[in-house]
């Protein structure tokens, strides 16, 4: 087995056990690791991105947010450029939500290049599977605020992966948001 294999299977192990207890937020209660799975997967199938380092921050990318995992401890097992892209795409928890909204729409142009994929692929993610099923609790005006939202943090990242950005640009006309 290729090296870069053993690699993504010890990253995937990782983000599952620390994502052990977690479901997402539909009606099924999906599985939280399916999302970091399928942003990997979105791009590497759908990007053609064959970067081992921001397919594995795509694996990791919730884990600091959303897990009891530090920068230092993906940094000791992963190394500074996986935890950077992490650290990139990881909301200030000190912030409120709307502070936190706002911050991603002003950081997206400043990313790097690798955040910026991985932003893109979640973005795309998540508003398939909120078309897909919309989250519990959620009513049709707050789906179309996530888009309104989305779209102006996609917006930021524009020039990054025209594949990627097709399949977004769709997907908000579809819900008649300009990007
Ligand atoms: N569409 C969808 N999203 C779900 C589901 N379960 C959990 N999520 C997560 O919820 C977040 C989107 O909802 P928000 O309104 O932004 O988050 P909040 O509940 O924490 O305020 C995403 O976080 P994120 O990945 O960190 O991305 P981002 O939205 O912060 O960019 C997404 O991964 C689900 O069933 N469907
Ligand atoms: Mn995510």
Redo the contacts with the bound molecule.
């Keep these: 087995m290729s090296s870069e294999s053993v690699v993504l299977l010890e990253t995937v192990n990782f983000a599952a056990e620390k994502h052990r207890y977690q479901r997402?937020?539909?009606a099924e209660q999906t599985p939280y690791i399916n999302?970091p799975i399928g942003v990997a997967r979105i791009l590497s199938h759908e990007g053609g991105i064959t970067d081992i380092e921001v397919l594995q921050a795509a694996l990791l990318h919730?884990t600091v947010?959303d897990t009891d995992t530090s920068i230092g401890e993906l940094q000791a097992v992963f190394g500074q450029t996986v935890a950077r892209i992490v650290q990139e795409v990881t909301?200030d928890k000190a912030l409120s939500?709307e502070e936190t909204k706002r911050q991603?729409v002003e950081y997206a142009p400043h990313a790097s290049h690798q955040a910026k994929l991985v932003k893109l692929a979640?973005?795309l993610y998540?508003l398939r599977?909120?078309n897909r099923c919309t989250?519990t609790g959620w009513t049709a005006e707050r789906v179309q605020e996530?888009f309104v939202w989305s779209a102006q943090v996609v917006r930021g990242l524009r020039g990054t992966n025209p594949a990627l950005e097709r399949h977004l640009e769709e997907l908000f006309k579809q819900r008649g948001v300009e990007l």
């Design positions: 997402r937020k539909d999302h919730d947010e909301d939500k991603q979640d973005k998540n599977d909120i989250p996530y």
